[in-house]
């Protein structure tokens, strides 16, 4: 993946999240959506992932048929949101490594503060792909980035949902080097550091939390 930047435009991909959008739309259906478009998505991001092969037999002749290498691939849910785009992809992946960081955004300061780390080993063979519905203020993504890179990775995509310009901005000043696929790309953030138009709290809006 060459460019630091992809916006998925897929017909699919924009309805679904209209529909995320909508204040009147439930966690029941919020969730579904969200499984849904991260499978999208996953197409998008997984675009390069190696293959290898192995010897089968149709029911005409063997053959040497590619298979997906899934264990040189690792997704981090960046918590808690991140698991409602871990779930879709890993349903499509099985086989893929998972690892968690655990980042709340302290109220004031809007910084990320962790509280949670466990990751799998040899991130430096991986494919990384950080998942998070929600590229706001680019502080978490930041820092979750930097915490992959001080376990090893070298090779890390970034998958979200809604970015903001801001957002954007940050992680291609820190981290030229990791790609970011998303949905779609909002106007601003207001003074919470929330997207606007948005979809409000992607992880209150996930598990009925308020
Ligand atoms: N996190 C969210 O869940 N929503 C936003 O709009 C920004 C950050």
Redesign the pocket.
């Known amino acids: 993946m060459t460019d630091h930047f992809t916006l998925v435009r897929h017909p699919l991909v924009q309805h679904k999240l209209t529909l995320m959008r909508q204040k009147e739309t439930s966690t029941a259906l919020f969730r579904q959506l969200l499984r849904e478009i991260s499978q999208l998505l996953a197409y998008e991001v997984t675009r390069t992932l190696t293959l290898t092969t192995q010897r089968i037999e149709t029911p005409i002749c063997e053959m040497d048929a590619p298979v997906l290498d899934g264990r040189k691939l690792a997704l981090v849910s960046i918590l808690r ?1 991140g698991n409602g785009l871990l779930d879709g992809i890993l349903e499509l992946v099985p086989s893929a490594r998972v690892g968690f960081v655990g980042l709340y955004r302290d109220e004031k300061t809007l910084k990320p503060v962790q509280y949670y780390c466990k990751l799998p080993e040899k991130l430096d063979e991986r494919l990384v792909i950080a998942v998070d519905p ?1 590229l ?1 203020t680019g502080n978490s993504s930041v820092a979750a980035i930097d915490l992959l890179k001080a376990a090893g990775a070298t090779d890390i995509r970034f998958l979200c949902l809604l970015a903001s310009p801001e957002g954007v901005a940050r992680m291609k000043e820190a981290h030229p080097d990791v790609p970011i696929v998303t949905a779609a790309l909002d106007d601003s953030l207001d003074e919470n ?3 606007v138009p ?1 979809l ?4 209150d809006r996930m598990f009925g939390t308020k």
């Open positions: 949101a929600m706001a550091g929330y997207i948005g409000g709290d992607a992880g």
